[in-house]
């Protein structure tokens, strides 16, 4: 059994079955997402005609598919703000590069998660920041580090001979 309801935002009615109520469909005009809930169930007079028993086949009926709203299901909350306060903290802190090296890797499992359609989107840009953040702190940390502890060997061998 389908349901139907118009979108909060640009009114466009959106037909869901009724198995995915309690959970949020996105509009496919606006991309607003919705909520599906049983109280938002809006019916037009020709469905309520079509109750009556005339015969004009019901289009909103099961068996009328598919349903226009993509389903956004179980969508992981972003971790935008973590990330970014990691990326700060390797800024502000500027003898440990950990929180910087934590930001890019978070950043990035993330980043690839928002794009295959896991995580909440809406954190990507906090996300990107704090990744690039950590990544720059990083990379400044790590190349002297590996340049240093190099030719700190290399002396050693030197000094050997
Ligand atoms: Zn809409």
């Known amino acids: 059994m389908a ?12 037909r869901i079955d009724e198995k995915h109520i309690g959970k949020q469909a996105r509009c496919p005009q606006c991309q607003t997402l919705n909520l599906v809930s ?15 028993g005339s015969s004009p086949p019901n289009p909103y ?12 299901r179980n969508l992981q909350p972003h971790r935008g703000g ?3 306060g990691l990326g700060i903290a390797s ?3 500027n003898v440990c590069f950990i929180p910087g090296i934590l930001a890019w890797i978070f950043g990035k499992q993330d980043m690839r998660q928002i794009d295959q359609g896991i995580m909440d989107p809406e954190g ?9 953040m950590g990544m720059v702190i990083t990379l400044l940390w790590v190349v002297p580090l590996a340049i240093w502890i ?3 060997i290399l002396l050693a061998f030197a000094g050997g001979f």
């Open 3 to 14: 349901i139907q309801f118009p979108c909060m935002h640009c009114s466009t009615i959106l």
């Open 38 to 52: 049983e109280n938002m169930q809006f019916s037009t007079g020709e469905s309520e005609q079509s109750e009556t």
């Open 61 to 72: 009926s099961s068996k009328f598919s598919p349903a226009p709203a993509t389903l956004v």
């Open 82 to 84: 973590l990330i970014l």
């Open 91 to 93: 800024i502000v802190c």
């Open 124 to 132: 990507r840009s906090m996300t990107q920041v704090g990744m690039i």
């Open 150 to 152: 190099f030719l700190s």
